[in-house]
């Protein structure tokens, strides 16, 4: 856990959020500005900067089934989703710690949501 960074606080219950999955490996929770009616933050409960941070197989598994859970219980697996991760400066990245977006429940556009 990095001491000064957001998401590691939330993904370890140090700062509490609106949680939709947990397991061992992995915290996922809603984003604070939600840009589609499901807007969750899927990241590990470690602390890696970006996809491409040396991040164990196992810890990539953990994050992609928690995006499975997370689309059936959001009521998205059968509409359709979205699963980005900004990675580094181009893309926008805000919060230095790796973590996926998945968006659905509207027709989503061309942009991120
Ligand atoms: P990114 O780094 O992927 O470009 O953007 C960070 C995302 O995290 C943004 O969508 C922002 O709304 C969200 N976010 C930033 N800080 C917090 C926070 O403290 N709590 C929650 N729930 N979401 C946050
Ligand atoms: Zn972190």
Same mark, same amino acid.
């Given at each position: 856990? =990095? ?5 590691? =606080? !939330? /993904? ?6 609106? +949680?939709? +999955?947990?397991?061992?490996?992995? /915290? ?16 590990? =409960?470690?602390? +890696?900067?970006? !996809?491409?941070?040396? #991040? ?10 928690? #995006? ?14 979205? #699963?980005? @991760?900004?990675?580094?400066? $181009? /893309? ?9 977006? #998945?968006?659905?429940? =509207?027709?989503? @556009?061309? $942009?991120?949501?």
């Amino acid at each position: 856990m =990095k001491d000064d960074c957001i998401f590691c =606080k !939330i /993904a370890n219950h140090v700062i509490e959020s609106d +949680y939709v +999955y947990e397991d061992d490996l992995v /915290a996922a929770f809603r984003d604070m500005n939600p840009l589609a009616p499901t807007h969750v933050l899927v990241m590990p =409960k470690e602390h +890696y900067e970006t !996809i491409v941070d040396g #991040v164990p197989a196992q810890t990539l598994a953990a994050m992609v089934h928690a #995006v499975e859970e997370v689309a059936k219980s959001e009521g998205v697996a059968e509409t359709g989703f979205r #699963v980005t @991760t900004n990675t580094g400066a $181009d /893309a926008g990245q805000v919060v230095q710690h790796l973590h996926l977006h #998945v968006l659905g429940g =509207k027709r989503l @556009t061309d $942009d991120l949501a």
